[in-house]
Nanobody, 126 residues
């Protein structure tokens, strides 16, 4: 049984930083492609960043230079370091994962590309 648990969300002022964590159980991050999505009330989910099994990364344009996705294979955890946060970053942030070894980056921003999802952690920027 695979479970993804996010943590690290909170309320910060604009310009501040937060570090989100995702701790999968039953799924090794070393053998998975993983991503962070976010969703604000009344809006569609948005892919924020993804990291492939070989550590290749991708970001949506609005977070480039401010957010960094990474993973720690020894801790079996995924992270999203968020800096220079803006009010428009306010959203529920979700961790997603897919263990398919043939996963490519072509559809990294599509929800259907990921088999497993966490429950989310709220980020509020004022």
């Amino acid at each position: 049984h695979v479970q993804l648990v996010e943590s690290g969300g909170g309320s910060v002022q604009a310009g501040g930083s937060l570090r989100l964590s995702c701790a999968p159980s039953g799924l090794p991050v070393s053998d998975s492609s993983m991503a962070w999505f976010r969703q604000s009330p009344g809006k569609e989910p948005e892919a924020v960043a993804a990291i492939r099994r070989d550590d290749l990364t991708a970001y949506t344009d609005s977070v480039k230079g401010r957010f960094t996705i990474s993973k720690d294979n020894a801790e079996n955890s995924l992270f999203l370091q968020m800096s220079n946060l803006k009010p428009e970053d306010t959203a529920m942030y979700y961790c997603a994962a897919d263990p398919d070894p043939t996963w490519s980056f072509v559809g990294w921003a599509l929800e259907d590309e990921y088999n497993y999802w966490g429950q989310g952690t709220q980020v509020t920027v004022s």
